[in-house]
């Protein structure tokens, strides 16, 4: 049973009212909030809601995390990180578009529109398709144990394979392995983005694959659910911190590839030429995208069926539109799997912006830094001038210097 981090009251496993043993998960970043933590100098445990002997308290300031303090933090990372891409041209790591709509079939269209370019809304394609999870290892073995040193002679470091310290079937780079909490453990769906657990460390040797990370981000989700404001006149108001221990930690996860399969990424869309049960259906085709600029997001889409053979198209007419989906983004670092650091800086510098107010458990070094980022500048400088954002702090004035270095030019290309 897990305990809980005053040892008084009825310790809960998945507590939220009507929620069972379902968890509350925080909705997918491009930066991972235990990231955003380790950047700001906040100790992981205190992020995930743990605490005790392992994990002490280091100042009077110092304070654990909620799940309601987690979730204003993604909510807050979320808008930044569309505020940067819109100035960027792309997103600054790779995502996944669905269904992304593009017209076509308007007046001045090329006849020959099997050979007319389109342009995606996100610049950086990495290949053009949807995502795919492949299951690797269900129920993947977690062991704990203790690393470098721990002066709390806390289990710190967590180890996953099919049983004790076993690697596992490699994915066919480290970026592509994703780790997520079993439904078994609160999750609401298996795979499900929100259940993700990042970052993790990925060593690939040849056919296996060993993979590490910090224990704390392995605490039962169902931990969660019971947050500070659940406390609240409670004969124990702190009985939604936990303490640090294996037993509030799960002892297994699910392990997956993450790849992109290629085939039909792209729908063709008729109107007005089909006999349809419906005057309000369009009539489609299956088609492929031949890349023609990846950095710029230029392609083709021509009919296609099967593994993207070329086929006739329903109609010769151009099709009115065309729905399709890739991956964009700029690219991660190939060994580590992290996003640019300095797209990291800059999400973190506007995240503090945007908070209205510290979290919970910004103290010291995090403290510090949020204040500094929120520091009001002149807006009549020329530089603070130019930024787009009608947020005249510094934190955004340093964010702003790095995405106009790295932005992408707005221009169209020739001969399209």
Same mark, same amino acid.
């Given at each position: ?259 992109? /399969? ?48 070329? /086929? ?38 506007? /995240? ?65």
């Amino acid at each position: 049973m897990p305990t809980s981090g005053t040892h008084t009251g009825t310790p809960v496993t998945g507590g939220g009212a009507g929620l069972g043993n379902i968890a509350e998960g925080l909705p997918y970043t491009l930066l991972p909030p235990a990231r955003y933590a380790e950047i700001m100098q906040i100790s992981m445990p205190h992020f995930m809601q743990l605490n005790g002997v392992k994990a002490p308290l280091r100042s009077g300031c110092d304070d654990i995390w909620d799940q309601d303090g987690r979730e204003l933090l993604v909510w807050t990372m979320l808008q930044a990180e569309e505020l940067i891409a819109n100035e960027l041209g792309f997103w600054p790591a790779p995502k996944f578009m669905t269904n992304e709509p593009h017209s076509l079939g308007l007046d001045g269209v090329r006849s020959d529109w099997q050979n007319a370019e389109l342009e995606t809304d996100w610049g950086y394609v990495e290949s053009y398709g949807t995502e795919t999870l492949t299951l690797v290892q269900a129920d993947a073995v977690v062991q704990y144990s203790v690393g470098n040193n721990n002066p709390f002679d806390r289990e710190n470091l967590a180890v996953i394979g099919t049983s004790l310290y076993a690697d596992l079937t490699a994915c066919a780079n480290p970026c592509e392995v994703a780790v997520f909490f079993r439904v078994a453990d609160g999750a609401i769906d298996a795979a499900d983005s929100r259940f993700e657990i990042r970052p993790l460390t990925i060593d690939i040797d040849g056919s296996t694959m060993h993979i590490t990370g910090e224990s704390s981000l392995f605490v039962i989700p169902t931990l969660w659910n019971l947050t500070e404001a659940d406390a609240l006149g409670s004969d124990d108001p702190n009985i939604w911190k936990w303490n640090f221990e294996v037993s509030n930690l799960v002892a297994a996860v699910d392990v997956y590839c993450r790849t992109v /399969t290629n085939a039909l990424p792209v729908t063709l869309r008729w109107d007005g030429v089909c006999t349809c049960t419906s005057v309000c259906e369009h009539s489609t085709q299956t088609a492929c995208a031949y890349p023609t600029d990846l950095k710029r997001g230029f392609f083709i889409p021509r009919p296609a069926t099967g593994a993207n053979v070329y /086929t006739s198209p329903t109609y010769w007419r151009p099709p009115e539109s065309v729905y399709v989906n890739y991956k964009a983004g700029y690219p991660l670092d190939p060994k580590t799997c992290r996003m640019n650091a300095n797209f990291e800086r800059a999400i973190v510098k506007l /995240t503090n912006v945007l908070l209205p107010e510290p979290p919970c458990a910004f103290c010291d070094a995090a403290q510090v830094r949020w204040h500094n980022d929120r520091k009001v500048i002149d807006p009549l400088t020329p530089e603070a001038a130019g930024m787009p954002w009608d947020l005249y702090s510094q934190g955004a004035l340093e964010a702003w210097r790095i995405v106009k270095r790295f932005a992408m030019g707005r221009g169209g290309k020739m001969g399209r």
